[in-house]
């Protein structure tokens, strides 16, 4: 194995941080990169919002993301952090920060998984800063943090090369999905310009609350459990037979999200009960197509207000072009549910590998870029 040697932040990378605000959001535009956007170590333009042209100017005086920077969150997801991809027009939001790579020194790609790693993680932990509220990394500290890497250049890139492939075939399935998905939106919403009447959102579903589940309440099962921004586990148990519909109703407001299997709804949550012979895939466009991150929020507690929601006008198709709309989407509901249970097979075989590689207790050959080209050290 090659030499590693052990650095400081700074050594390897410029530290920057964004606008400690939040500028009105839009739904297009340059994109504003939030903690929401940092998933498994990849960055998901699905829980990102947008900003207008003249919001991003300012947002983006201090620094302005470019490819190969390294995105991280320095307040409450802590050790969250993603690779800036090429072409993407976007500004920080706040809590988050990046570090630019010095080319000379450290592979941009490595530097992310390294970061990612145990050991530096390890790190965070050890020197965050303790909060009333949140945990936050120092930033003025942060260059001065260590982390171990190795002092070849082709080395480190042989290992990116490994765990970069499995995430260009994670991305690949992620984007079947996401294509699927928004031939599916449009689908809908041709049948729903096609309607002849509406009505309340409340005349064809109900929102039922989740119910708490503490995580050291919950046993490992195969059944998910739903937080307002996703799978937050699993449980033995289900509360809600499947497939259905979650909707984030405290922090991730709005969200909605499918399941195919039987789930757990947590107590931060909504799911949908039907009402009348509506089928369960045209709810679900109905509610992504109506924005409930943009309807008012209760008063006391910010959150999604039920009544609101309920009260919203939407297109009620007759029988027959719901049956058509139906066929037509339920193949892509299959595909959907396929990439993502694909996704979840490389995604645990990356997190298997990414500690073992980035520590160097396992080796790569240089002239390989695949998981069959390591062996241990």
């Known amino acids: 194995m090659g030499s590693w040697r052990t650095y400081r932040i700074g050594d390897l990378a410029e530290v920057y941080d964004g606008p400690h605000a939040t500028p009105v959001k ?17 960055l998901d333009l699905s829980a990102s919002a947008h900003l207008s042209e003249e919001d991003f ?13 390294v995105l991280f969150s320095y307040e409450t997801r802590l050790g969250a952090a993603a690779l800036m991809p090429d072409g993407l027009v976007a500004c920080l939001g706040r809590r988050m920060g990046l570090l630019r790579p010095r080319p000379d020194r450290v592979d941009p790609r490595f530097l992310l998984y390294a970061y990612l790693g145990d050991e530096f993680q390890a790190t965070i932990r050890g020197r965050a800063v303790r909060g009333a509220t949140v945990d936050r990394i120092p930033l ?38 996401a294509t699927c998905h928004e031939l599916g939106l449009a689908l809908y919403r041709r049948v729903a310009r096609e309607a002849k009447r509406t009505g309340a959102l409340g005349a064809i579903l109900d929102l039922r609350y989740g119910r708490a589940l503490p995580a050291g309440a919950r046993t490992a099962g195969d059944v998910p459990v739903y937080g307002s921004a996703g799978v937050v586990g699993t449980h033995t148990e289900p509360l809600v037979a499947g497939p ?33 012979d509506f089928p369960m895939e045209f709810l679900y466009y109905t509610l992504v197509d109506l924005r409930l991150d943009t309807l008012d929020f209760d008063s006391a507690v910010p959150g999604l207000s039920r009544a609101d929601a309920l009260a919203r006008r939407v297109p009620l198709p007759d029988p027959a072009a719901l049956a058509r709309f139906t066929a037509q989407v339920r193949p892509l509901f299959d595909r959907i549910t396929a990439a ?5 097979a490389l995604a645990t075989l990356r997190d298997t590998l990414l500690p073992r590689l980035v520590s160097g207790a396992l080796r790569v050959d240089r002239h390989r870029s695949d998981p069959a080209a390591l062996r241990p050290t």
């Open 57 to 69: 100017v300012r947002w983006t005086r201090r620094v302005r993301p470019q490819a190969g920077d």
């Open 244 to 276: 259905g519909i979650v909707v984030g109703r405290k922090g991730t407001v709005g969200a909605v999200h499918w399941s195919s299997t039987s789930f757990f709804p947590i107590d931060t949550t909504f799911y949908v009960a039907p009402r009348q």
């Open 140 to 177: 003025l500290e942060l260059p001065e943090w260590p982390i171990t890497v190795p002092v070849d250049l082709s080395e480190q890139r042989a290992i990116a090369a490994v765990l970069g492939a499995l995430d260009d075939k994670l991305t690949m399935t992620e984007r079947v999905a």
């Open 26 to 42: 839009t739904s297009h535009g340059p994109w504003y990169l939030s903690v929401s956007s940092l998933s498994n170590g990849r």
């Open 340 to 344: 993502r249970r694909e996704r979840s």
